[in-house]
């Protein structure tokens, strides 16, 4: 909303935002797993929190004395999407040091009720803020609410793992090679993970182009958009609720590939919207709701199962690699979304994003995951 709202961006410099906001997964997934896996989780995580709120406090800052530029948007988004994605790693490495395995299913569905209520409340509010206050300095909410994030993590307490022989300190590359064989040796987590390459690179195409899509196309005012976007919130924790029941109802393969394939055909809803306002918000509104449903529904036992199924020691290089491959999708995912919205347009290429997700989340129909019932 920033770039779109105080500095008119194009669709192109949309996806050079977008790009270099996830972007930096690459270079963090490369270098930052073995590092999660030697060292405290929970300071990794503080760490992050705190590069943040410096870093997004510089926006409003340069807002303020009137020096705000694209150029200054992109540094920051590469580098708070750094510090994101390092915190990420060291998140999913981090909740089975504090619950056993047993309660991992239940506990990712709790901490997805928290970030659903979030993405109620947090768009909404950003939409409103940013129509009282300007984009820029809306943003001062965003970094306050990270410095909260790092005071509330410095009072959890930690179980530290014991060090094993695969801690040992080693070479980057040997990290990542082995959070990558891990992988691609479990049967169940092998086809997620290329079915996330697969929606990450077209899901990309549809990150930098929805906000310019609803404010510009469809006339959306940056208050009715950021509730449109906290209908997601409602939705995911609709099924942050239901999860659980879900996987002992349907099993864990039915609903994460049921789940994946309903959110990518509520996403269809997004190019289809049209006609007045109304009508407009409103699809925008039930895809964003659904979508997010869907995805949560997925999202949770996918979750559990990498931390169930692969080795606890190697969760922070798994994950890292898991970031890496998917930085590098978003990079360029976003970069062909954003120009090839300026050749074909907003509706079409978002067409074309639907139809790759949809595409992509049909390999779990040729996969073990289809067939499991629980995750042990």
Known sequence: MAAILSIHAAPAELGILTALARGPGVVVGLFAGGMVDRTSRRRVMIASDLARTALILTVPVAAWIHLLTMGQLYAVAALVGAAGVLFDI????????????DFLLDGNAKLSVTESLAEIGGPALAGTLFQLFTAPFAMLGTAFTYLVSALLLWGVPARALPPGPSTQKRRWYHDLGDGL????AQPYVRPLFWMTVGSTFFGAFFWPLYLLYGLKMLGLSPWLMGLTIAMGGVGALTAAGLSTRLVRRLGAGATMVGGYFAYALALALVPL????LWLATAMLMIAQFCGDAFAMAAIVPMTSLRQAMLPRAMLGRTAAVFGAVTGAMTVTGALT?????????????????????V????????????????IA
């Open 90 to 101: 060291a998140d999913h490495a981090f909740l089975p040091e504090l619950i056993e395995r």
């Open 337 to 357: 979304g954003g120009f090839l919205g300026e050749m074909l347009g907003l509706r079409e290429v978002l067409s074309i994003s639907v139809t790759g997700i």
């Open 359 to 374: 595409a992509s989340v049909s390999l779990l129909l040729f996969s073990p995951v289809r067939k499991l019932r629980e």
């Open 273 to 276: 919207a049209h006609g007045p």
């Open 181 to 184: 064989r891990a992988i691609l």
